[in-house]
């Protein structure tokens, strides 16, 4: 699909008109890239995240974890889905940060407002009456911001495969406030 580009911005931001006259937003985006890569300089870094922290939030795309956490380039791994919740493939992400790239922090973040808390499992089953196909993943919903934490930080401290778990922290981000909610473990 060609590209019509009428306005120039460091932002990838379409306007409304951009939308509705189908232009793609991934061309955006990649135009976006170009002028990223135009002012960026090799910043010469290790692959090993400086802060030896791994955060693991929700994909919600009100949640900028580098602002919010004032994190800069190179400092964490993120490990993001959709709640944030610890699925085997979070762990098989956080193995690899912990064995292979040297962190031993982990920080959990949620959030309020989460759309997992307006679902249940019956998603699964209306996907399976739909597509014929039963999903082999669990949707992982909950009602309860502050227990799904509590499950997931349980979840890191109790995996066999990780090196570290004495500094496991879980927070509930407010969309609203932009401020961080420590949850207590117990
Ligand atoms: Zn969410």
Known sequence: MPVNVKTMSTSAHPSADAIHTGE???NRLVEANE???ADFTDPGMDARPVLRV????CMDARLDLHAAL????????TIRNAGGVVTD???RSLTISQRALG???VMLVH???CGLESLTEDF???LEDEVGQRPAWAVEAFRDVDQDVRQSMQRVRTSPFLLHSDDVRGFVFDVTTGLLREIDPA
Do not use: F, K, N, P
């Not at 994190?71 to 964490?76: H, I, K, P, V």
């Open 54 to 57: 791994a955060v693991v939030a």
């Open 103 to 105: 962190t031993r922090s």
């Open 111 to 113: 959030h309020t407002g």
């Open 24 to 26: 793609t937003i991934t």
């Open 70 to 77: 004032g994190l800069q380039l190179g400092d964490c791994h």
């Open 35 to 37: 002028r990223y890569a």
């Open 89 to 91: 493939d979070v762990i």
């Open 124 to 126: 699964r089953h209306e």
